[in-house]
């Protein structure tokens, strides 16, 4: 008599549950970040019913806050900021995803997401930027060793190779556009701040030190 194989039973609430992004940022100052989109995947090989709950619902608009993922696929859930209003700002929200099999009620796995609306997204922008400006006068500090070896080092003849090749990289940067010129038609990434080119200076006036002194 042959045996019909059962599908193991799962257990509720320890079904690993698959999302991305697991934290949500809103900046008040950027209409851009006030739509937000969570991607739900489905590796298994049955479908799944998903839940958006939310533990201030009157602050957010969920679309399609319930519905169904297909086997090994991923569906996308758009969540909208309704009220960025200041007295908000820094407030730790929290959106709690639920999966359950399609035939079934109960939960089998759930996935919690922090939702947080910040004031200014260039305050942000600011604390990565003064981050990189100690990168660079780091840099700077290890260049201007390297130079002050390199002049100790240097015949008469004339500047190294390296110092020359240093000066032409410092006066193509200088010569990049800056951050905010629209009319440009070099490609965004090659734009340097204000910042960057007073680093890219200072090491160039290093240089020309090197030079004048040989």
């Known amino acids: 008599m042959q045996q019909q194989r059962r599908q193991p039973e799962l257990v509720e609430g320890n079904l690993p549950v698959f999302v991305f992004p697991t934290e949500l940022i809103f900046y008040a100052d950027d209409q851009s970040t006030h739509k937000q ?51 908000h700002y ?20 759930r ?10 997204a ?19 500090v290890f260049l201007e060793q390297m130079l002050c070896q390199t002049e100790n080092r240097t015949v008469s003849s004339g500047p190294s190779l390296l110092t020359v090749f240093l000066g032409i990289v410092c006066v193509a940067a200088l010569m990049l556009p800056t951050l905010g010129e629209v009319e440009s038609l070099v490609p965004l990434y090659f ?24």
């Open 37 to 87: 989109v969570l991607t739900l995947y489905n590796p298994y090989e049955f479908a799944l019913k998903f839940k958006v709950l939310c533990t201030t619902p009157n602050k957010y608009v969920v679309v399609d806050a319930a519905g169904a993922v297909k086997p090994q696929c991923c569906v996308d859930i758009v969540i909208r900021h309704r009220d960025v209003r200041s007295c």
């Open 90 to 109: 820094d407030v730790i929200d929290k959106f709690r995803l639920q999966v359950s099999e399609q035939s079934q009620r109960k939960a089998l796995g």
């Open 111 to 120: 996935k919690e997401i922090i939702a947080t609306l910040l004031p200014s």
């Open 122 to 140: 260039k305050e942000q922008r600011k604390e990565v930027e003064e981050k990189r400006i100690k990168e660079h006068l780091i840099e700077s």
């Open 191 to 214: 734009h340097l701040s204000v910042n960057q080119k007073l680093v890219a200076a200072y090491v160039l006036g290093l240089i020309t030190m090197v030079i004048l002194r040989i």
